[in-house]
């Protein structure tokens, strides 16, 4: 059992570590990504960097990463013992801390919320929707990744599902830690923001 679990850790970490953004960009438009626009190698930098095609495969990549990494112990009969979730924990890391990217990577968004719809896909249709909602009221990506994420923590506490809350307050962190820079732009009103959205519009408007 510990070997098996051993190796779908690995196999969870090195998944998580697929730097998306990047191969897509450097196979396929031969550009860096990391030297374009934020820098970042996620689906949010991709979309706006390489296009909404490039984005669209980015963030069906990453969230299948997470849902694969997860659903390990199901595909191996272990899903009564080995709970997925601390499984698909170790995708977010890699994510975030690629090996192939010199442990440097993306902010674990779209991963994480592989991980949840492996674990639970209701719970993942909740997680998108206010994910949609809050990015269609403030036209700011960064801002619907961390209440989503913060949500899915809170939501977790209320239906007293403690591992998922444990892991969803470690994702909570690591998100929040990952987007300083966003909160601090969104704290002095200069963050960046989707061509839609609420707020999107009144800036527009009072031009």
């Known amino acids: 059992m510990l070997v098996k679990i051993v190796g779908m850790i690995v196999v969870a970490y090195l998944l998580g570590s697929i730097p998306s953004g990047l191969w897509i960009g450097q196979a396929f438009y031969h550009k860096d990504i990391r030297q374009l626009g ?9 979309f706006r960097t390489l296009g909404p095609k490039a984005g669209v495969v980015v963030l ?22 080995v709970n997925p979730l601390l499984i698909g924990l170790f995708a977010s890391l890699g994510h975030t801390f690629s090996i192939f990217d010199h442990f ?4 674990a968004v779209a991963t994480s919320a592989g991980i949840l719809l492996a674990y ?18 403030t036209s700011m990506a960064s801002a619907a990744s961390i209440i989503g994420i913060t949500a899915i ?47 999107y519009y009144l800036k527009q408007r009072h031009k």
Request: net charge positive; charged share 10%.
């Open 38 to 46: 934020s820098g970042n190698i996620g689906t949010t930098n991709t």
């Open 60 to 81: 069906l990549m990453d969230v299948l990463k997470g849902t694969l990494a997860a659903s390990q112990p199901y595909l191996l009969g272990l899903g009564s013992s």
């Open 104 to 107: 440097h990577g993306g902010k």
């Open 120 to 137: 639970n896909p209701p719970l993942f249709g909740v997680a998108c929707a206010i994910f949609i909602a809050t990015l269609l009221l």
């Open 153 to 199: 923590f809170i939501i977790a506490l209320f239906i007293h599902d403690w591992i998922l809350a444990i892991v969803a307050g470690v994702l909570t962190l690591l998100v929040l830690n990952r987007h300083r820079a966003n909160i601090n732009r969104i704290i002095h009103g200069n963050e960046s923001l989707v061509h839609f959205g609420l707020v």
